[in-house]
């Protein structure tokens, strides 16, 4: 359990403060590998890759999914792995859902070649969903 609330907490934070910092100074895009890597603020108000929904299914829909991770998460607690990517979800979820209270938006802020920008939050939830998929994979391959 632990592990669950740690990584919950470290993710939630990143998410929270690295947000905080590109909304109060980031004014430019900045360059780190020419165009093809950056930080450029945007807002998105859509889910993942700016997907529109109307603002009830997402009143409805995130608050759901998000207590049904927690559930899945409590079930599997006691496994590390399973725990690290329930947190990781959780905690990038939470980031986000506190970032949209302001304004309605997500701010996203990392930018890679084509891809759609996204924010650490966003980078949670993904790693969180690739190690609960490599655990399933693994489980049911017998690695």
């Known amino acids: 359990m632990p592990v669950l609330f740690a990584t919950v907490a470290l993710a939630f934070s990143a998410s929270f403060f690295s947000t905080h910092l590109i909304d109060r100074f980031l004014t430019e895009r900045i360059s780190l590998i020419g165009s093809l890597v950056g930080l450029e603020r945007t807002l998105n108000a859509g889910i993942a890759f700016g997907i529109d929904l109307p603002v009830v299914v997402l009143l409805i829909f995130i608050p759901v999914v998000l207590i049904l991770l927690s559930l899945f998460a409590w079930k599997s607690r006691r496994n590390r792995m399973m725990a690290l990517g329930f947190g990781l979800i959780i905690?990038?979820?939470?980031?986000?859902?506190?970032?949209?209270?302001?304004?309605?938006?997500?701010?996203?802020?990392?930018?890679?070649?084509?891809?759609?920008?996204?924010n650490i939050a966003d980078s949670c939830i993904s790693i969180g969903v690739i190690i609960l998929l490599l655990l399933e994979l693994k489980k049911s391959t017998k690695f």
């Open 91 to 118: 905690g990038g979820a939470l980031g986000n859902i506190v970032d949209r209270f302001d304004d309605g938006h997500v701010t996203d802020f990392i930018q890679i070649g084509w891809w759609p920008l996204f």
